[in-house]
Structures are given as structure tokens and as C-alpha cells.
T-cell receptor
Framework: NAGVTQTPKFRVLKTGQSMTLLCAQD?????MYWYRQDPGMGLRLIHY???????AKGEVPDGYNVSRLKKQNFLLGLESAAPSQTSVYFC??????????????FGQGTRLTVV | KQEVTQIPAALSVPEGENLVLNCSFT??????LQWFRQDPGKGLTSLLL?????REQTSGRLNASLDKSSGRSTLYIAASQPGDSATYLC?????????FGAGTTVTVRA
């Protein structure tokens, strides 16, 4: 059971470049989340999805887009990377069949540096 | 907007001492509360999940309590060990969103 898998694990981008981070889960979870973690700021929610084909904005959505075309995948896109987007990105999934008494699981993170 | 606060921000104790970590949240309309552990440079590992109808949950040396009406949870770690050194995060599940505190960084001195 792989759980939540994030690809890639590390990436260095130049300012203005674009990229897509992939999150895949094999637990049939309805909800998926993208967070960023910065020193002293904790985990901040970027976007989330409550089911296939749905997405919604979190606390810090600007500069990011997401898509959930398949239930098991949640993609985070950076259209034009900026140094302020240097961070560690975490994906999480949880709550099969919208059962909110179950726990959320996290991927191992993607360390992104924008130069 | 849900605000989650963790106190203290950092804690250093000698080995063998019990640890008490606090988490408070402003909106009591939650579905569950989850405690995580994060080691430096690593992802989040789930420690305990407390559903909104529960008062506490236990796993080995870990015990977490939940007082939903007052918006508080406490994580107790008994007989701390150097391997318990990590950052501990609490998160509450509201309507759709999982909201996190900033964490408590624990150092257990041998």
C-alpha cells in the first residue's frame, strides 16, 4: 500500500518557469489537499478538493492552479514561478466516502527552490 | 475562519519526563482532531485521531484528550525518550478544510 505519493521530491526552477507537482493516492479518498510549509509559518492550505472534478481555494491560492480529473490524482501547477514560491509542498488525502471520522495521510513532500 | 494555536512553541525536557503539549482551536464545529509528528526534513506521520464524539484516544505512551466545547486538546507523552524529539502538530477537520497549528518543537535531552 503506497499511501500518498508526491512527484518530484526535489526541484529547482528559474523565475518565470512553470511546473506541475503530482500527488497520487491509492486509498480511495475523497478529499485531497495541497499545503505549503515555510519556516515560522506552519502549514498553509493552498487548494483542496472534496471529490473528483472539484477544486476550491484555500488560504494562499494566488500563483497556483489545481486539477482533479481522476479521484486518485491531484495536480498542483505553478504557471510562472516566483522566488516567493520557494517552499516545501505537501499533499494530503483523507476521508473515504466522505467519512470524516477517518484520518488524513500525508506525502513526503516536494522541496521546491525558485531562483 | 478556524484558528489553531499550539503552546508552547518549543519545549526541552530531560529524558524520562512526561510531555504535555497543548492545542486550542476557535471554532468548535469540528469533525475530528489529529495529532502528527514531523521529523526535520520529513513528512507528517499521524499519531492519533480523535473523533469529535470522543474525549480521548490512547496509543502506547501517547494519550490525547479532546474538549470540543472549550476548543482544546492535549497530547501527553509519558516517559519521554530522545527518539521523541520532533515537531508535533495538531490539525482539526472543519467543514472541508484541515487546519493546522504551527507546532511544538520538542527536544528530549539524554
Amino acid at each position: 500500500n503506497a499511501g500518498v505519493t508526491q512527484t518530484p521530491k526535489f526541484r529547482v526552477l528559474k523565475t518565470g518557469q512553470s511546473m506541475t507537482l503530482l500527488c497520487a493516492q491509492d486509498m480511495n479518498h475523497e478529499y485531497m489537499y495541497w499545503y505549503r510549509q515555510d519556516p515560522g509559518m506552519g502549514l498553509r492550505l493552498i487548494h483542496y478538493s472534496v471529490g473528483e472534478g472539484t477544486t476550491a481555494k484555500g488560504e494562499v491560492p494566488d500563483g497556483y492552479n489545481v486539477s482533479r480529473l481522476k479521484k486518485q490524482n491531484f495536480l498542483l501547477g505553478l504557471e510562472s514561478a516566483a522566488p516567493s514560491q520557494t517552499s516545501v509542498y505537501f499533499c494530503a488525502s483523507g476521508y473515504p466516502d466522505r467519512g470524516k471520522g477517518t484520518e488524513a495521510f500525508f506525502g513526503q513532500g516536494t522541496r521546491l527552490t525558485v531562483v | 475562519k478556524q484558528e489553531v494555536t499550539q503552546i508552547p512553541a518549543a519545549l526541552s525536557v530531560p529524558e524520562g519526563e512526561n510531555l504535555v503539549l497543548n492545542c486550542s482551536f476557535t471554532d468548535s464545529a469540528i469533525y475530528n482532531l489529529q495529532w502528527f509528528r514531523q521529523d526535520p526534513g520529513k513528512g507528517l506521520t499521524s499519531l492519533l485521531l480523535i473523533q469529535s464524539s470522543q474525549r480521548e484516544q490512547t496509543s502506547g505512551r501517547l494519550n490525547a484528550s479532546l474538549d470540543k466545547s472549550s476548543g482544546r486538546s492535549t497530547l501527553y507523552i509519558a516517559a519521554s525518550q530522545p527518539g521523541d524529539s520532533a515537531t508535533y502538530l495538531c490539525a482539526v477537520l472543519g467543514d472541508y478544510k484541515l487546519s493546522f497549528g504551527a507546532g511544538t518543537t520538542v527536544t528530549v535531552r539524554a
